[in-house]
């Protein structure tokens, strides 16, 4: 009896199941990936994917302020860039644009320009000596002291008692 428990379970389940949390199927007409940001440039690049079979209308923000609109081609992939200031951050929002209603939040995700500041960016700062060189004096000095301390016992042994 308890065997067969399993058994009916599987014939009478659905054939397929899900994990959670259900996957979120709201429509969009296209999808939004923002990169990290480009030292170089200051910028980062949004990439949209038209999901559909017709032009979708689009307007990327970057703290509420317009930076790219326009369209999206059937099925085709575009890509913006968005500026983002040194040291700061940028909230950067994709809003599907319809003529008769609200403009619609498609995605929407925090950029941070963590780029070194300064004039020379291609020169790495002065971080230390090399790590190569420290073990090579770590282990030079390791060995003085085991040598001093072997000199020492082998003074010291074996001597004889009276």
């Known amino acids: 009896m308890l065997a067969a428990l399993p058994v009916c379970a599987t014939l009478f389940l659905p054939k397929s199941a899900e994990a959670w949390p ?6 969009d007409p296209f999808t939004m990936t923002v990169d990290d ?10 990439t949209l994917h038209n999901l559909t079979q017709q032009l979708a209308p689009f307007d990327v923000q970057a703290d509420g302020v317009s930076v790219a609109t326009g369209s999206i081609p059937a099925r085709k992939t575009i890509v913006r860039h968005v500026p983002v200031g040194k040291g700061s951050t940028a909230e950067v929002e994709a809003y599907s644009v319809a003529e008769k209603q ?11 320009n963590d780029c070194p500041w300064g004039h020379h960016l291609r020169n790495l700062p002065f971080t230390g000596p090399p790590a190569d060189l ?5 282990t030079a000095g390791g060995l003085i002291v085991m040598g ?10 074996p001597r004889s008692h009276p």
């Open 148 to 157: 001093g301390i072997l000199w020492w016992y082998g003074s010291i042994w």
């Open 102 to 112: 609200r403009n619609t939040l498609i995605h929407s995700t925090r950029v941070k």
């Open 22 to 27: 259900w996957p979120d199927d709201h429509g």
């Open 134 to 138: 420290m073990a090579k004096l770590a």
């Open 37 to 46: 940001v480009h030292c170089r440039s200051g910028r980062a690049s949004v």
